[in-house]
């Protein structure tokens, strides 16, 4: 059984960054990883995958070139770097994780490939 823990939520002004966590107990070795996030009112969305060892990425083009999404495997960890959010980045962001293998552009936005959740950390950007 894996479990998921996000951190490093919180309330932050426009042009500003967070680091985002997740912290996996369990075995995640040879797992995808994803971030996603839900907005007040929408539905949750892709948001970056990252590969089992860290050599491939994958990003939703709203963040692309602002989020980058890295992992440590000695520390079970993910990590989503967040530059220059703007207020439309508000939302409760979720990691998750996957067994899938192959290219993570075929897969990584669907969220039924991917089988452990977090509960969520909340991130608020202030305009």
């Known amino acids: 059984q894996v479990q998921l823990v996000e951190s490093g939520g919180g309330l932050v002004q426009a042009g500003g960054s967070l680091r985002l966590s997740c912290a996996a107990s369990g075995r995640t070795f040879g797992y995808v990883m994803g971030w996603f996030r839900q907005a007040p009112g929408k539905e949750r969305e892709f948001v970056a995958a990252i ?4 050599d491939n990425t994958y990003y939703a083009n709203s963040v692309k070139g602002r989020f980058t999404i890295s992992r440590d495997n000695a520390k079970n960890t ?3 770097q ?3 959010l703007e207020p439309e980045d508000t939302a409760v962001y979720n990691c998750a994780g996957s067994p899938r293998v192959g290219s993570l552009r075929g897969y990584a936005p669907r969220q039924d490939v991917y089988d452990y959740w977090g509960q969520g950390t909340q991130v608020t950007v202030s305009s």
Do not use: A, D, I, R
């Open 51 to 54: 590969s089992w060892n860290g």
């Open 82 to 84: 967040m530059n220059s």
């Open 78 to 80: 993910v990590y989503l």
